[in-house]
């Protein structure tokens, strides 16, 4: 894991505020999937609110994590990627397509 970015399960590194992969670039808060507008802290699917720095088995209990997580200290627990601006291109999420075109 770098500064700059987390590198993912596939081996790939990502940096800061790249592309969706739908090509869109979201605005600093993202729409999760339960419909709710994130800012500092993401509301995940199960409802928990996640601060930057979250551990990894914080994550995990929320079920954002699978085995490609590597608890980075960026993770703001992303459940529904639209292209946020805050991506760091981590593919250890559910399902999600990362920033980077990355499906976990």
């Known amino acids: 894991m ?6 993912g399960s596939a081996g790939t590194v990502a940096s800061a505020g790249v592309v969706g992969s739908a090509g869109t ?3 600093a808060g ?3 999937s339960a419909g709710t507008v994130a800012s500092a802290g993401v509301v995940g699917s199960a409802g928990v609110v996640l601060s930057a720095g979250v551990l990894a088995s914080v994550a995990v209990a929320a079920g954002l ?5 590597v608890a980075c200290v960026a993770c703001i627990g992303c459940v ?5 601006v805050a ?4 593919v250890g999420q559910r399902g999600a397509v990362g920033a980077i075109g990355l499906t976990a």
């Open 2 to 7: 770098s500064s700059a970015g987390v590198i």
């Open 87 to 90: 991506c760091i291109g981590c």
């Open 25 to 27: 670039v979201a605005s």
């Open 80 to 84: 529904n990627c639209v292209g946020c």
């Open 65 to 69: 994590g699978n085995s490609g997580c």
């Open 30 to 32: 993202v729409v999760g």
